[in-house]
């Protein structure tokens, strides 16, 4: 295959050598009078971007603000299985979604106050007072109607503390897409 764009393997006959340098300077010629335009290899097709989401949310319950230990999506069932496992079921229900939203960051009682800037915490406080209790308890809707269900591991909250965990202060709401620079 004679390409101007590949260098030469060696081994090739004077003839075809010429012939492969006069295909170059023709394409070349080409290109700068823009006659050419050579295919460019294109990347490849990009995936939708995932919605960006913080790895360690803020979440609010029960009029508490909570640091959770993984995104929402990916916090587990505490509760013992039949076969003496950790429920691998997420605590979000589909029926009861929660709702990004930016809020003051606040002080706790006897604090320095922080600058006035909104972090985006993912608020409970519009759902039942049940599913909240669901989620402090860190319980599966199939486990949460099983009470007699012990738990495997402890919840995984924490109790938000801006000055404490100020890493975890994020500014945007995290359901829009980020695109790529």
Do not use: K
Not at 82 to 109: D, E, I, K, M, Y
């Amino acid at each position: 295959m004679l390409c101007p764009h590949r260098t030469a393997t060696t081994g090739l006959t004077p003839h075809v050598e010429d012939l492969r340098r006069q295909l170059a300077l023709r394409t070349r010629r080409l290109i700068d009078t823009g006659t050419f335009t050579p295919h460019r290899a294109t990347t490849p097709p990009t995936t939708p971007a995932a919605p960006c989401r913080p790895d360690r949310p803020v979440l609010q319950l029960l009029g508490i603000r909570y640091l959770a230990a993984q995104p929402v999506d990916a916090i587990r069932c505490v509760a013992q299985t039949r076969h003496r496992r950790r429920c691998a079921l997420p605590v979000l229900a589909p029926a009861f979604p929660g709702t990004w939203t930016l809020l003051p960051t606040g002080s706790a009682r006897g604090q320095l106050a922080l600058p006035h800037r909104t972090m985006a915490v993912y608020s409970l406080s519009h759902l039942p007072y049940g599913e909240q209790l669901r989620w402090r308890a860190q319980r599966c809707p199939a486990h949460a109607a099983a009470p007699g269900a012990a738990d495997v591991a402890l919840p995984d909250w924490e109790v938000f503390d801006p000055l404490l965990h100020h890493e975890h202060i994020h500014t945007r709401l995290p359901n829009t897409i980020r695109r790529p620079r």
